[in-house]
């Protein structure tokens, strides 16, 4: 059974994601990972600047930006991935990221490129082999500024069951 079928139903509820990162994704739930936005066309992920998310340089720790980035694109990966026929394995294969502003405020990550990741997952599974996508999520402050920019690669591969004799 896939443990993402009700994947959406998660994403609708408030105390249903908070829930979903405190058994998945705790250091989701201890930094304050918020789900802003969900469409077809892509997400919105923010995370707040406060004690637990900060750097000794007064800004926000590049490993608490990297997290929300990657959760950003892995909503898209998993709300296609939880409609798929077969199981989906995904896993980050590279990330790149340039930080350019100080992050001292909520940032929100935003990924429009659902369509890119589907078309993979999507010609996975028709191949049955793996396939890699890189997405860009940028991450913006509260005065809209762009703070960092993340270029994330995707591979998806369909789980195929192993024929035994």
Known sequence: MNPFHNFDKILRSRWRLKLFFLKVLPLGFFTGLRVDEVSDQG???????????????????????????????AIIALRVISKAPVPVSMLVLKME???????????AFRCDEAREIEQAVRESLDTGQG???????????EQGQVVSVFHITWTFKPKLKSKTK
């Open 97 to 107: 990221a340039e930080f350019t502003k100080k992050a001292t405020t909520r940032i």
């Open 131 to 141: 396939r890699t996508v890189t997405v860009t999520t940028t991450g913006t402050n």
């Open 43 to 73: 997400t919105v992920v923010s995370v707040p600047f406060k004690y637990l998310n900060k750097n000794p340089f007064a800004s926000m720790y590049f490993a608490v930006q990297s997290m929300a980035a990657e959760l950003s694109t």
